[in-house]
């Protein structure tokens, strides 16, 4: 490694360099992609839960209490909870939006997903209260950029509006119902934070017309990766009447598109250990012709054509050792800074966090080893052959 003249020698570091940066770039943007993935299952689950159930022709759920009975005595769900989501029109005393309304029972919903541990100001209630004209309105939980975007604050009334149920056909006027902000909540999620709007379950039965129903339960699961196996279960003891859907169906479109990426980006950073990789051929050949008087008097004291390749594959399996050791020191510490400072911001309008999160894994990091020593162990097969090639009576001659 340290032999042979002053270029040859800065090669083999250089080598060894493009070889660690390379290994390095692979395992951060793998665990980037871990964390990324991580983060937004836990965000998305704790608003989703793990499995939902729906109408299996559309429409709604009239009998959702025996429902969420029969679903909680089936085998790793630990609670269920019915919910009712639409669209609706919503504004303050300076602004008009639309807004995802989900109407909720709080004390079933607490056990299903984690809005009271999301609210960041006021509390996670529904409760009645007052306003200026005397008459007694319900709360209602906003997300952080709908507060924003409104300009309302805790204790702030909000008016929604609403024609589901209407016959449009008639001159008809939307529905209206009066609340005041609760609770603002942030999950970190832009998708939910800006678009979505909690009352009590009772208040948008009212609002929407859909009398005593709801449009959908959801349910939690004491593991996740239980969701595949739990689901059947689910179906048969509702006697395949609904549409029982675990959160990687229902969510899809976004987990399928993380996991694309992520092989595509695997594949596009080894081409960096690659093309370093292929340095290392230039190198060991530089040094072949370097050592050629050396590789002729091993050959004349009875070294065999497969010992002196053996010497320039372990060499080209050296820089290899050293690139990924070096590399996955490098992406571990790369994590650590990104996870501790948070280095890396995202626009949260795109990528629906803010916060780029780092979670190594260890699989990640061994695929990402082998790969590269397997490219240096065939590049440096080439320089190692020449090397047994050559004769000891053209070395001697020269």
């Given amino acids: ?9 800065v090669a083999t570091w250089i080598t060894i360099l493009g070889v660690t940066v390379g290994v390095a770039v692979v ?10 993935e991580t983060e937004i299952r836990s965000r998305l689950l704790g608003t989703t839960s793990h499995v939902s159930i729906f109408p299996l022709h559309g429409g ?4 959702y209490n025996s429902l969420v009975d029969s679903i909680e005595t089936v085998d790793q769900v630990v609670a269920a909870s019915p919910f009712i989501y639409y669209k609706a029109a919503i504004s303050s005393a300076s602004a008009g939006d639309g807004v995802i309304v ?3 029972d709080k004390e079933s919903e607490a056990r299903t997903s984690n809005l009271d541990e999301s609210i960041v100001a006021g509390e996670y209630t529904f409760a009645l209260q007052p306003d200026a004209e005397g008459d007694s309105i319900p709360g209602i939980i906003v997300g952080k950029y709908i507060a924003d975007r409104m300009g309302v604050y805790l204790g702030d009334p909000m008016v929604m509006y609403s024609l589901r149920g209407e016959d449009l056909r008639t001159n008809t006027r939307p529905r209206i119902a009066k609340f005041y902000v609760s609770g603002v909540f942030e999950t970190g999620m832009y998708e939910f934070d800006a678009n979505l709007v909690y009352i009590s379950l009772a208040s948008a039965q009212d609002l929407f017309r859909t009398g005593d129903a709801a449009t959908a339960v959801h349910l939690q699961l004491t593991d996740i990766q239980l969701a595949g196996e739990v689901a059947p ?18 969510h899809k479109n976004i987990f399928s598109w993380i996991a694309l990426e992520k092989q595509i980006l695997f594949l596009g950073f080894i081409l960096i250990v690659l093309v ?6 230039s190198s060991l050949i530089m040094l072949v012709l370097e050592k050629r008087a050396e590789i002729g008097i091993l050959k004349a004291m009875g070294s065999t054509p497969g010992s002196i390749r053996k010497i320039f594959i372990f060499k080209g399996l050296t820089i290899g050792l050293v690139g990924v050791l070096v590399g996955w020191g490098l992406a571990l510490a790369a994590a650590w800074v990104q996870n501790e400072y948070a280095v890396i911001s995202l626009p949260p309008d795109i990528y629906f966090i803010s916060y780029l999160p780092i979670e190594t894994h260890l699989v990640d990091f061994l695929l990402a080893g082998l790969v590269t020593l397997a490219i240096c162990f065939v590049t440096a097969l080439y320089p190692a052959h020449q090397a047994s090639r050559l004769s000891v009576i053209d070395v001697l001659r020269q």
């Fill in 102 to 104: 989900r109407g909720i």
């Fill in 233 to 250: 279960r689910i179906d048969s003891v509702l006697n395949f009447r609904y549409d029982v859907v675990p959160w990687y169906v229902l």
């Fill in 60 to 63: 709604l759920i009239y009998d």
């Fill in 1 to 9: 490694m340290r032999s042979g003249q002053y270029f040859t020698s």
């Fill in 27 to 36: 395992c951060f943007v793998m665990s980037m992609h871990n964390g990324f």
């Fill in 276 to 281: 370093a990789a292929f340095s290392i051929i």
